[in-house]
């Protein structure tokens, strides 16, 4: 288990982390999600023991990471943003630095071929790092991480720079990682996060803003739905009776031509106006052409809790 507790982090005046707190549980996948310039890289160098913060702590399976660094290290492995390679090593050598570097006991054999065999890169073993592709690059990134059989992996924006196939492998061999491994992801691409991670944590300037499964971030920002209707019939006449409905807060006409108009009707949680909808429509001797409803996805809650520098929290 890892324990973040409390941790602040400055830069002079800048405070890149503000009192930071979350845990991540055996055996799950956590996204820690965030703009660009939100505190993920520095609370990930902390997590690792690269540096440490100005105040709070952080325990791995009860070690502190800054007292007992050379415990906390064994059971953790790190893939940062820039994996740490070596470009005039073939891949063999590098891993079996690596193995020495962290004074690996298992068998050096047959721990870097299983180590290979799952990050796929069992044919480029020979291979000089420098001639590989950046997608091969990142699996040995990932490959350093797995010496030694760590409890937790930190990954650290690990599909940037991967077209979409690589992304696609990636993102499966972190399901596949997840299976043996708490995993730490962090990323800006909610689509990465959605895909394999079990609970997210949303950090915007250096404050957590969410903390929860997704489904849960989903239902709390459900207070408001969207009905898109097109009809056929007069304009204004129809966005006036749309007015009038209870439950409905705003009325928007996003498109008009040739006597069809397309409304967004913001409606509160609790209402359904779809009937109301139809019946207004047919009283005003229009014509439903089209008409469906939406909750807010991820991206327009992840939106909303970074626009306003994390002044909105959800735990």
């Known amino acids: 288990m890892v324990e973040v507790k409390n941790i602040t982090k400055k830069y002079g005046p800048h405070k890149a982390l503000d009192d930071v707190s979350f845990s991540v549980n055996d055996g799950e996948i956590l996204g820690f999600l965030g703009p660009n310039g939100a505190g993920k890289s520095t609370a990930m160098n902390i997590i690792t023991g690269y540096i440490c913060a100005n105040s709070g702590n952080v325990l791995v399976d009860g070690c502190d990471v800054c007292e007992q660094p050379q415990k906390v290290r064994k059971e953790l492995g790190y893939l940062p943003e820039i994996p740490p390679l070596y470009p005039d090593m073939t891949v063999n050598e590098y891993l079996y630095f690596v193995y020495d570097l962290k004074k690996c006991k298992l068998p050096k054999l047959s721990h870097l071929k299983d180590i290979c065999s799952l990050t796929g890169i069992e044919d480029v073993r020979n291979r000089l790092i420098k001639n590989l592709s950046k997608g ?28 979409p196939k690589q992304i696609i492998e990636v993102r499966t061999l972190i399901k596949k990682l997840g299976k043996r491994h708490t995993v730490i992801l962090s990323s800006h691409i909610l689509t990465e ?6 609970r997210i944590v949303v950090i915007d300037h250096g404050r957590i803003v969410a903390d929860d499964t997704e489904d849960n971030i989903l239902s709390r920002f459900d207070e408001q739905r969207n009905v898109y209707v097109t009809v056929e019939g007069d304009k204004q006449l129809l966005r006036t009776e749309f007015e009038k409905l209870g439950g409905v807060e705003k009325v928007s006409c996003t498109k008009s031509k040739e006597g069809v108009s397309s409304f967004v009707l913001r409606t509160d949680k609790d209402t359904d106006v779809r009937r109301a909808v139809f019946e207004t429509a047919a009283g005003s001797n229009a014509v439903i052409l089209e008409m469906r409803t939406s909750k807010p996805t991820l991206e327009e809650i992840f939106i909303k809790l970074t626009e306003n520098g994390g002044q909105e929290e959800v735990h």
């Open 136 to 163: 091969y690059k990142q699996r040995v990134g990932f490959a350093q991480a797995l010496v030694g059989d760590p409890k937790t992996l930190i990954l650290d924006e690990p599909t940037v720079g991967l077209d």
């Open 193 to 198: 996060i959605q895909a394999v991670c079990d």
